[in-house]
């Protein structure tokens, strides 16, 4: 079996799947609670990646000018 991983763009990618399989009333009811729990979790996590790669593209530009002045 190869390496199979997963990136932020596959989950971002579930992350709508599940979005647009819920507006479309995929989910029978008693599933409703685990769905929403596991696409809360997805959209923090998510979130979270977005806030660190904006930390890391802010910080970028710094160490720049930083390496520049030295």
Do not use: C, W
């Not at 647009?20 to 696409?39: C, H, K, P, T």
């Not at 996590?45 to 977005?50: C, E, G, I, K, Q």
């Amino acid at each position: 079996m190869e390496n199979t991983q997963l990136t932020i763009a596959d989950l971002a990618s579930l992350h709508s799947m599940v979005e647009a399989a819920s507006q479309r009333g995929a989910f029978r009811a008693n599933e409703l609670s685990q769905v929403g729990a596991v696409y809360d979790k997805l959209s923090a996590f998510l979130a979270h990646s977005r806030n660190q790669s904006d930390d890391a593209a802010e910080q970028t530009p710094a160490q720049t000018q930083g390496q520049a002045n030295a």
